[in-house]
């Protein structure tokens, strides 16, 4: 999943529009309809050689890609020295994986028929406790 840190001075709709563009070349100003923010989830583990708690919040946002669009996207991550391939999935195909943020056994909220959340999903806090780097 693309994203990143919010800055001290940036709204999460510009971190959004920032990180697309530095992980995808995509900018989200062309998509037909604007991206949903679908969970929020809070963050507070350890780094590994870190020292002390690492908190950081986690937005994720949905958003439909027509076909045409999908090939706008960059086809690695652009700001990632190891170039990380970018692989599309629908919602359904991503419910129950493994995914960071934990949004894959919530996934099903956006993806059943007539099912709304009414606003962001409150996800489990991920802490040292319940949360293990892979």
Known sequence: MLGGPVEDDEEARDALRRELLEESSFDRAALPSPPRLRFLQDQETPRPGGSGPFPRRHLVFTAHLPD???EAVARTEQDNIDQAPVVWRSAADA????LHPAIGDALDQVTRPGTTTGGPL?????????????
Do not use: P
């Not at 419910?95 to 493994?98: I, L, S, W």
């Not at 409150?122 to 892979?134: D, F, H, I, P």
């Open 122 to 134: 409150l996800l489990r806090a991920l802490t040292g406790a319940s949360y293990q780097r892979r």
């Open 95 to 98: 419910v129950g994986r493994h």
């Open 68 to 70: 045409h669009l999908v």
